[in-house]
Nanobody
Framework: VQLQASGGGLVQTGGSLTLSCAAS????????VAWFRQAPGKEREGISS???????YYAESVKGRFTISRDNTKNTVNLQMNSLKPEDTAIYYC???????????????????WGQGTQVTVSS
């Protein structure tokens, strides 16, 4: 199983980026997928997740600005990020939780597979 996160980059405050998580060897719609981020000197935090049936979850810090979605035909999960702030600067990781068992969406230990991360930098 491999997850590939892409779409990061440098953007100005207020700008937008769309991250994409592509999977091989695993059907993303069969389980839950989440985006985490880790800023320098900080712990990894869960920012959004989408469950197998399509229920979405967001951290308070990104609610209303970020939108997670899944494209089953492409086996990808996207994170549309709008109104970006300097505090959104971090490495963003996608992660997949296999199966339909209950999970705590914001806990990294709940996820079975991880992508390599993509850097998002928001300049002020």
């Amino acid at each position: 199983v491999q997850l590939q996160a892409s779409g990061g980059g440098l953007v100005q405050t207020g700008g937008s980026l769309t991250l994409s998580c592509a999977a091989s060897g695993f059907t993303l719609g069969s389980g839950a997928v989440a985006w985490f981020r880790q800023a320098p000197g900080k712990e990894r935090e869960g920012i959004s997740s989408i469950s197998s049936p399509g229920r979405t979850y967001y951290a308070e810090s990104v609610k209303g600005r970020f939108t997670i979605s899944r494209d089953n035909t492409k086996n990808t999960v996207n994170l549309q990020m709008n109104s970006l702030k300097p505090e959104d600067t971090a490495i963003y990781y996608c992660a997949a939780h296999e199966g339909s068992r209950p999970y705590l969406w914001g806990m990294a230990a709940e996820y079975d597979y991880w992508g390599q991360g993509t850097q998002v930098t928001v300049s002020s």
